[in-house]
């Protein structure tokens, strides 16, 4: 009994060292990144891609349908040719688009067993700015990378000017560019085009839902002198498609560009916070309609400290 | 007659599952020991904060045990920005 009872109090002690020992390796700065090391020399697989003409229109077809959105999928690579493209479920905005990963696991289930593989071309678009990956980008490429068990895979991006930038995902420090020749030697006719351009708004309308941003009600932090309620912050942000979520590109009050709403806001009595001004000494809400207020840029109640011949300023 | 080492020294030689993990990369296929369970499936095989559904499209979690052939489906979410 007595043996035993030592036993215990060994492996005790032992699991008491090794917890100890745990603690205390978590101290050290250790970032993993064999994933960086062991691609060190890899080569890409592709330096160049040649995207084919149908492909290519469905594509533009895709991005112009989508509007002042975003929108991503996957392209079809043989032999290092691009020959299709195609989009999944997913949720637009104008500087975001998310697809959820059931709806990246519908995507390969949907995908027939003999073009598995193929689809492996990560593509979405900019809408009309630059192509260069955003923050966003390069973290979902990491994920995307241990999604497909550490395999590099290219990646695209493109907007409606046809600017493309094209790179090979091998680790996160490692993704060499891959140039795009765009083959035009099929002679497509209108009709055709039609018929891509119809396959593509059909998915597009099936696939593709727009943002919409959860409603709260606000409620307003002050009254200002003429009892009218501020036009909440968060409704503008919400209308420019939640630039919020973003960093880096546009700015998400000048986005605000509807008219029709805007007059229709101001109608119903809403003033904008950008057309306020604020008491200098104080901070309140000035009365605008007050020509000395508007002259000295201070409220009624601090006028007297900062007119000419005041005794208190 | 030949013996057994193996069970000479008590052990048993665990059954393997042929695993084939499909992402959007392609198809890979994987010997797995049963009674692996999901959770150290994905810490082999650095999927962490992976989506892992079945054929049947049923998701499966860390605790789920493999215990025989199978097919799995791998994503994560696409976020593009």
């Known amino acids: 009994m007595k043996k035993k009872l030592k036993i215990i109090k060994a492996a005790n002690a032992l699991n008491k060292v090794t917890e100890v020992a745990q603690k205390m390796a978590s101290k050290y700065p250790i970032c993993e990144c064999f994933n960086i090391i062991k691609n060190m020399y890899t080569a890409p697989d592709y330096t160049q891609l040649v995207i084919e003409q149908r492909a290519w229109i469905k594509l533009m077809c895709f991005i112009h349908l989508i509007g002042d959105y975003e929108i991503s999928g996957f392209g079809r690579i043989v032999d290092g040719r691009v020959v299709d493209f195609d989009i999944l479920k997913q949720e637009v905005r104008g500087a975001y688009v998310e697809a959820s990963d059931d709806a990246v696991i519908d995507f390969i289930r949907r995908t027939p067993a003999d073009q598995r593989g193929e689809w492996i071309l990560d593509w979405h678009s900019h809408v009309e700015m630059g192509t260069t990956p955003s923050g966003t980008d390069w973290t979902n490429y990491e994920d995307m990378l241990k999604a497909r068990m550490g395999k590099q895979f290219p990646f695209m991006i493109v907007n409606k000017k046809q600017s493309v930038t094209c790179m090979q995902y091998i680790s996160e420090q490692r993704h060499p560019d891959i140039s795009i020749v765009l083959s035009i030697k099929e002679d497509v006719s209108e009709s055709d085009m039609l018929a891509i351009y119809n396959e593509c708004k059909e998915k597009v309308e099936l696939l593709c839902k727009k943002y919409e941003a959860p409603v709260t009600t606000y409620v307003p932090s002050y009254i200002n002198p003429k009892q009218a309620t501020t036009w909440p912050h968060y409704q503008r942000n919400n209308r420019v498609d939640d630039y919020n979520d973003y960093y880096g590109w546009g700015n998400r009050y000048g986005e605000w560009d509807d008219d029709d709403e805007v007059a229709e806001a101001k109608r119903q009595g809403f003033v904008f916070d950008d057309e306020l001004e604020y008491c200098s000494e104080c901070g309140k809400v000035l009365d605008l309609e007050d020509p000395d207020q508007q002259t000295w840029g201070v409220c009624a109640e601090c006028l007297g400290k900062v007119l000419p011949g005041s005794t208190e300023k | ?81």
């Open chain 2, 1 to 81: 007659m030949a013996l057994d080492f193996e069970e000479m020294n008590g052990r048993e030689e665990s059954a393997k599952a042929n695993v084939t993990i499909v992402t959007v990369a392609g198809t890979q296929d994987q010997e797995v020991e049963v009674g692996t369970s999901i959770g150290d499936f994905k810490s082999r095989y650095g999927l962490e904060g992976t989506k892992i559904v079945d054929e049947e499209g049923d998701a499966l979690n860390n605790s789920d045990i493999i215990t025989n052939d199978m097919q799995l489906f791998i994503a994560t979410p696409k976020k593009n920005g």
